[in-house]
Antibody
Framework: EVQLVDSGGGLVQPGRSLRLSCAAS????????MHWVRQAPGKGLEWVSG????????DYADSVKGRFTISRDNANNSLYLQMNSLRAEDTALYYC??????????????WGQGTLVTVSS | QSVLTQPPSASGTPGQKVTISCSGSSSNIGGNTVNWYQQLPGTAPKLLIY???RRPTGVPDRFSGSKSGTSASLAISGLQSEDEADYYC???????????FGGGTKLTVL
């Protein structure tokens, strides 16, 4: 059974940094693209970033480009999101997602439970 | 303001058929496939339809998707109370080089 466990969220001041992690199990992690998707309180879904199976292809939403960095460690079945220069509008529940395919243009088949990031002074 | 446009709400009675629309442009729906996600209250989203009309294993055939030009739609037949959820369409956008979602449609089963 595919399992994605998101962690690393918390309360952080504007301008500070936070690193999210996603621990994957139940599938061959290195065979699939992965994503981060966020959902602000009471709002809809917003794709944040995606990374291909071998990290060769990485994309970001314009809203986080230059501030967030996605990475993966296939040896340890883990996905990361380094978030710098955080803003109040980054406050959201962040979900890790597994794509159906090796590249990021497939579909997010499995989702983590989400980790809440709150940016506030 | 979402790149893909969905009606904010939809409703139907048990057993009815409901359709949810998703409108985009040539850079997203017009040139790429559409996925649909269901989000039950308080839970993570679930993939319902991918590649415009394909259902992942385990999704009932009451759910169907279609695409025409720069628009797509999700149809739910034989509506059940457990279908009450938020539904989101998504497509890759070639101009933005990323995934875009619709604003979501809240489905109420009366």
């Amino acid at each position: 059974e595919v399992q994605l466990v998101d962690s690393g969220g918390g309360l952080v001041q504007p301008g500070r940094s936070l690193r999210l992690s996603c621990a994957a199990s139940g599938f061959t992690f290195g065979d699939y693209a992965m994503h981060w998707v966020r959902q602000a309180p009471g709002k809809g879904l917003e794709w944040v970033s995606g990374i291909s199976w071998n990290s060769d292809s990485i994309d970001y939403a314009d809203s986080v480009k230059g501030r967030f960095t996605i990475s993966r460690d296939n040896a340890n079945n883990s996905l990361y999101l380094q978030m710098n220069s955080l803003r109040a509008e980054d406050t959201a529940l962040y979900y890790c997602g597994k794509d159906m395919f090796t590249m990021v243009r497939g579909a997010i088949r499995s989702w983590g439970q989400g980790t809440l990031v709150t940016v506030s002074s | 303001q979402s790149v893909l446009t969905q009606p904010p709400s939809a409703s139907g009675t048990p057993g009815q058929k409901v359709t949810i629309s998703c409108s985009g442009s040539s850079s997203n729906i017009g040139g790429n496939t559409v996925n649909w996600y269901q989000q039950l209250p308080g839970t993570a989203p679930k993939l319902l339809i991918y590649n415009n009309s394909r259902r992942p294993t385990g999704v009932p055939d009451r759910f169907s998707g279609s695409k025409s030009g720069t628009s797509a739609s999700l149809a739910i037949s034989g509506l059940q109370s457990e279908d009450e959820a938020d539904y989101y369409c998504a497509a890759w956008d070639d101009s933005l080089n990323g995934w875009v979602f619709g604003g979501g449609t809240k489905l109420t089963v009366l």
